[in-house]
T-cell receptor, first 111, second 114 residues
């Protein structure tokens, strides 16, 4: 069974304090690793897709990386508006296109 | 704005009732996915339709069903509702031109079963 585990569950940082969120996955034949941002009561907002180990993608203060067992979302010099829940999801090679999501990391950036 | 629309935004109903949630995908997207998000389970994949045909099933209960219409909009039907069905229901779309692409999510429908 495909599994995605995110850590930590919650993270509180000071504005400007860089950190990383972890996403460990166990899927058969990874076809893609997705990162989303979700604000309370809203739909997940697409951030990145990574397809193979060693791949990196960046967007503003966020950088996502992928290894064969995990992915990291690095947040550099975060601002209060980066506060949100960050979700990681894996697409397996089983044929179905449904994503398996982790439970997310709730990130709070304090000014 | 992801381009995916969902109606209604909120729905309050009673146990045993039936409701229909509606989703319009982004222009050109052929795949529609339905997900359920509850506090304890997180986001769970329910079902996928591709160009009008059922493509894959996830953790969807037998009381739930979906369909995708010729104009590609989709409906999720929930029947014999129970208290535990209270959740956020999201629709996502992807697959322009037949490629899997990146699923973009709608704003969701919040279902409350009393």
């Amino acid at each position: 069974e495909d599994q995605v585990t995110q850590s930590p569950e919650a993270l509180r940082l000071q504005e400007g304090e860089s950190s990383s969120l972890n996403c460990s996955y166990t899927v058969s034949g990874l076809r893609g690793l997705f990162w989303y941002r979700q604000d309370p009561g809203k739909g997940p907002e697409f951030l990145f897709t990574l397809y193979s180990a060693g791949e990196e993608k960046e967007k503003e203060r966020l950088k996502a990386t992928l290894t064969k067992k995990e992915s990291f979302l690095h947040i550099t010099a975060p601002k209060p508006e980066d506060s949100a829940t960050y979700l990681c999801a894996a697409l397996s090679g089983g044929g179905a296109d449904g994503l398996t999501f982790g439970k997310g990391t709730h990130l709070i950036i304090q000014p | 704005d992801s381009g995916v629309t969902q109606t209604p935004k909120h729905l309050i109903t009673a146990t045993g009732q039936r409701v229909t949630l509606r989703c319009s995908p982004r222009s050109g997207d052929l795949s529609v996915y339905w997900y359920q998000q509850s506090l304890d389970q997180g986001l769970q994949f329910l079902i996928q339709y591709y160009n009008g045909e059922e493509r894959a099933k996830g953790n969807i209960l037998e009381r739930f069903s979906a369909q995708q219409f010729p104009d590609l909009h989709s409906e999720l039907n929930l029947s014999s509702l129970e208290l535990g069905d209270s959740a956020l229901y999201f629709c996502a779309s992807s697959a322009r031109g037949g490629t899997i692409g990146n699923p973009f999510f709608g704003p969701g429908t919040r279902l409350t079963v009393l």
